[in-house]
């Protein structure tokens, strides 16, 4: 008889031509404890493995009922009475009972036992023995196996001997005290003490060793050798910690392991793939989607996850290819809703699932052990991609909308707002196509822009009676003021049988119409927006993320309407596109103004459009009506009078520089560098004397030919501004590869620190210390109040801009100006409730009252003591805190508890404060 089989052969026959069973399905449980436990953890965990262990007994009970009734059919003894295990078949190289006849000799100890004792069954794994073979030759691998038998036989008591594997044996006391379990498991150890002398060589070998108890551990005697075998896979992850550890997924050794189990496993991926749709089919929620998918649907995705599945457990399996998959499919799980518990309970269903085929697989039980290692720790890995990915996904639209919404601050026409959204649909995942509908003076739907998707549906939506008629959606929310979703080919294709082809062509599974209104009321245009995937706008977080675009684009629209009047006749704008370039087109010049001695030193140039009855247009009402070609002759144009009119300057002695905006749109044009080097070129005009304007907020896609245009722009010797710093989200990166030469802060930061000082100041100052730590100039613009000038002042900026400077003035009225310029104030002198605010936080961030002569007494000689003695505000509450806050900096620091307490109490009692008379007074 040969003898047992060498890992990976196939398993030896029994009798009557049966394969012998393997392991118990208990030994499933074991393997959730390497791999799934990580995904169930705690109390749940142990219930399950509970319910798994209970579970295993009565299959471990019938396979014992299956062997006695197949030696009973072979004229067997009867398993009530005692078998003579040695009548059985041997194996024929260690001489030792197999398998089944140590399974029907355990049922007669069992039977037999007395009460109050136990019977013992312990498994014995030997750790990397198909290596040793490799190694050493099958000669000594037998030789070893031999005389690890003899030592075996030799142990003291009358012990039930087998070999049960290709590498493991299974020895059972009866009649034992509970005490002496142990004892007998370290007898069974030390037979491993002592090297083992074959090939002429000493071999050192280590081994696993599982025990099951009867009755402590088990009521079924049928189970105690596969509770011995799980308890062993235990023992055996112990000793095989370091292996498993740092088992690499896809490393060679996995690798092997999937090779090996491969063709047992991918018959099975169908089965698994149709067996998991099958268990959504009994959850609501899942059931849902699949019906939108409809049946044809369900088998493309039940194709597709048998493809994935097969690749998961695919010998080839690489991390770069897992990464790209997984995230797909994390994305994919996002959008039409799948939960992520509903992904846990996916990949512990699988998990169980394929521990349990790894055990059926003829071979090794550590190799088994390892086998079922790498493929939790691929599920482990899957879910885990997965997962993250679509909480990626989801934070990187909500970070798109949110650099919409800052760039809609500053959007004055209606094209620029459909176009940036546009722009940012269009990153979405699964997205069929985007289009903006809006209705003409006679109610019919005007398609106003589209992403290019649409075009292949454009002749069915003709064909089903105009873009209307095919889409509800757009109807019904142009009517209702809300957001429409449709989903599925159903929802889709009712109203307009005639798209109907076309949809299911493209793709296109969900729909949602997201109206637009002006913040009155009165809806401006309907974006309609087209899915691949079913529930794809229906999703909690679709839906919200919808919903807060809606918010974004109403209140730009309202904006918009604020800043242009509501109607522009075909008429006038026919005439606004003439006038401005034929001689209508003119140059307003406003002041730039160094704050160190109140000297106007730069002038920045604005457009207007001046009709020939005098009228002026300002660029929020013209700018709009234009396209981009007249943008850039815009941009040529003023340019030129620009210069013209710095050079007049020049030539009257005034040594001026200029400031000048430049689009983005007009930055990206191939030939902006060469309109620029055209018009200085013929001027004597030094390049450093001009400024580039840039928008911070606008947001560059291609950022490669955005860098090459700025590099040019500085070879050429000009000077660039970064516009409206702190409006956006990608200056921080801009201002450390872009040579600029100044920053601009954005106004609306100025206006937000007189609604919230605390913060906004701290805010304003760290911009400008980190545009000074980088050796730029720093211009706050929207000085409108001389409050403003002195925040502006005490915090360090170099340059302001605004009304409370002057306003922007036709170019020979600036040599008259200048004339009339203010006297400087001294840089830390607080007049004002937000100079002396801002004085407050200049103090906070430096030493504090540490070079004071006396820090008693700081607090009335520091900028807040002295505007508070300026205003006679010295016997107030707030005098009172704000001397409270020097002491507490002085023991416990600006971060203490207590000084913030009393800074807290501070500034309540300056912000509830009505100075703006007496600062009025004093500034005068």
């Not at 390497?34 to 019938?62: E, F, N, S």
């Not at 006695?68 to 398993?79: I, Q, V």
């Not at 037998?142 to 299974?170: H, I, N, S, T, W």
């Not at 989607?289 to 599945?309: A, I, M, T, W």
Request: hydrophobic residues 45%; proline residues 5%; charged residues 20%.
């Amino acid at each position: 008889m040969p003898p047992p089989s060498a890992p990976g052969d196939p398993p030896p026959r029994r009798a009557g031509g049966r394969r012998v069973l393997l392991l118990p399905a208990a030994l499933a449980l074991i393997a959730l404890d390497v791999g799934a436990a990580r995904i169930a953890h705690g109390a749940a965990w142990r219930a399950l493995r509970d319910a798994l262990l209970l579970a295993a007994l009565p299959v471990a009970t019938r396979l014992g009922a299956t062997l006695r009734a197949r030696r009973s059919e072979r004229g067997a003894a009867p398993a009530s009475t005692t078998p003579d295990v040695a009548e059985a078949p041997l194996d024929a190289l260690t001489g030792l009972p197999q398998r089944e006849a140590f399974e029907t000799a355990l049922s007669a100890a069992g039977a037999q036992l007395a009460d109050g004792r136990q019977l013992a069954v312990m498994a014995l794994d030997l750790y990397q023995f198909g290596d040793f073979n490799q190694r050493w030759g099958h000669d000594c691998g037998d030789a070893l196996l031999r005389e690890l038998a003899a030592r075996l036989r030799a142990l003291p008591g009358e012990a039930l001997l087998a070999r049960v594997g290709a590498d493991a044996f299974a020895l059972a006391w009866s009649d034992l005290e509970a005490s002496a379990v142990e004892a007998r498991m370290t007898q069974v150890l030390g037979t491993l003490k002592a090297s083992f002398e074959v090939g002429g060589r000493a071999h050192a070998v280590t081994a696993a060793l599982g025990v099951a108890l009867y009755p402590a551990d088990t009521t079924q005697v049928e189970a105690l050798l596969g509770l011995a075998e799980a308890a062993l896979f235990n023992r055996a992850q112990r000793l095989l910690g370091d292996v498993t550890t740092e088992l690499d997924p896809y490393g060679e050794l996995s690798a092997e392991l999937m090779r090996w189990a491969g063709r047992f496993l991918r018959r099975r991926a169908r089965h698994l793939a149709e067996a998991f749709y099958t268990r959504l089919r009994g959850e609501e929620s899942s059931r849902r989607l699949l019906d939108l998918l409809g049946d044809d649907g369900v088998e493309h995705l039940q194709r597709k996850q048998e493809s994935y599945l097969l690749q998961l457990l695919g010998a080839e399996l690489d991390a770069e290819w897992h990464a790209q998959k997984a995230a797909h499919l994390g994305h994919l799980h996002a959008v039409v809703g799948v939960p992520a518990r509903a992904l846990v309970a996916a990949t512990s269903w699988y998990q169980l699932t394929l521990t349990d085929l790894c055990q059926r697989i003829p071979g090794r039980l550590s190799q088994r052990q390892l086998l079922v290692r790498t493929i939790s720790r691929r599920l482990e890995i899957d879910l885990t991609l997965q997962t993250e990915a679509a909480q990626a996904l989801q934070l990187d639209l909500q970070k798109r909308l949110q650099r919409l919404a800052v760039e809609m601050r500053g959007a004055q026409r209606w094209a620029e707002v459909m176009d940036a959204t546009l722009d940012m649909i269009r990153h979405w995942p699964f997205l069929g196509f985007c289009a903006f509908y809006t209705q003409d003076a006679h109610g019919e739907f005007v398609l106003e822009a589209r992403t290019s998707g649409y075009d292949a549906l454009a002749p069915a939506m003709q064909e089903a009676g105009g873009d209307a008629q095919a889409q509800p959606a757009l109807l019904s929310s142009w009517s209702s003021g809300r957001l429409e979703t449709a989903s599925g080919a159903g929802a889709l294709h009712a109203a307009a049988p005639a798209l109907a082809a076309a949809l299911a062509q493209g793709g296109l599974r969900s729909a949602a119409a997201l109206p637009i209104d002006d913040g009155q009321g009165r809806i401006q245009a309907v974006i309609m927006i087209y899915g691949r995937l079913p529930n794809q706008f229906d999703t909690p977080w679709m839906s919200d993320l919808l919903l807060n675009l809606q918010q974004t684009l109403s209140q730009t629209v309202h904006a918009l309407r604020q800043a242009t009047p509501p109607r522009v006749s075909a008429d006038d704008r026919a005439l606004w596109r003439r006038r401005l370039f034929d001689g209508g087109l003119t140059m307003h010049l406003q002041p730039i103004v160094s704050l160190a001695d109140r000297r106007c030193v730069k002038v920045e140039t604005l457009a207007r459009l001046q009709l020939a009855d005098g009228r002026l247009i300002a660029p929020g009402q013209f700018l709009p009506v234009l396209s981009d070609q007249e943008l850039n002759r815009l941009f040529i144009e003023g340019l030129h009078r620009s210069l013209d009119h710095l050079e007049t300057l020049q030539r009257d002695g005034l040594e001026l520089a200029l400031s000048f905006n430049l689009p983005p749109g007009t930055l990206r044009h191939r030939d902006c560098l060469q309109w620029i080097r055209s018009a200085l070129a013929p001027r004597h005009i030094e390049p450093w004397r001009v400024t580039f304007e840039l928008l911070e907020n606008e947001d560059i896609a291609d950022q490669q030919s955005y860098t090459r245009a700025i590099l040019g722009l500085h070879e050429l010797g000009v000077k660039l501004a970064m516009d409206d710093l702190g409006s956006g989200y990608s200056s921080l990166q801009r201002l450390r590869t872009l040579p600029f030469d100044l920053v601009k802060i954005d106004q609306g930061l100025l206006h937000a620190a007189e609604l919230a000082p605390q913060r906004s100041i701290a805010l304003l100052g760290a911009l400008v210390r980190l545009a000074h730590g980088l050796n730029l100039s720093v211009a706050i613009e929207g000085v409108e109040t001389d409050e403003r000038i002195e925040l502006a002042q005490i915090l360090g900026a170099d340059l302001a801009q605004g009304y409370a400077l002057a306003r922007p003035m036709p170019a020979a009225e600036l040599p008259g100006w200048l004339g009339t310029q203010g006297r400087p104030r001294p840089p830390h002198a607080a007049s004002t409730r937000m100079g002396a605010l801002a004085a407050h936080w200049q103090w906070e961030q430096g030493d504090q009252d540490a070079a004071a002569p006396d820090p008693s007494r700081a607090h009335l000689h520091c900028a807040v003591g002295q505007f508070i003695a300026l205003h006679g505000l010295q016997h107030t509450r707030m005098a009172a805190h704000h001397a409270e806050m020097h002491l507490q900096a002085r023991t416990g620091g600006v971060h203490g508890a207590a000084y913030l307490h009393a800074r807290d109490a501070f500034y309540a009692e300056m912000l509830a404060l009505d100075v703006d008379a007496t600062d009025a007074l004093l500034l005068t």
